[in-house]
């Protein structure tokens, strides 16, 4: 399952994103959007999942919490 995370501090990267849902199942992909002209985070990413399950645990766990200060989004993704 692919899920839309958003709200992400700037400082977030791929491999932080990566590690913090890693904690729930076993991920496909994981990206964070940048600007192209800057190179730096949009404040959303991407992350795919292997077992929807799983995914829907991350999202349960997941939406809401604050890291950094800031409160993020995780839902399914809308392809």
Known sequence: MKLFVAGLSGDFDN???KE???LY???K???IIV???TGKSKGFGFVTML???DAKEA???LNGVKIFG???LVQKSNE
Request: charged share 40%; aromatic share 4%.
């Open 20 to 22: 913090m849902f890693e």
């Open 35 to 37: 600007d192209r002209t």
């Open 25 to 27: 199942g076993e991920i």
């Open 15 to 17: 491999t932080d994103l």
């Open 29 to 31: 992909l994981s990206q």
């Open 51 to 53: 077992n929807d399950e």
């Open 59 to 61: 999202i349960r766990l």
């Open 70 to 72: 800031k409160k993020i």
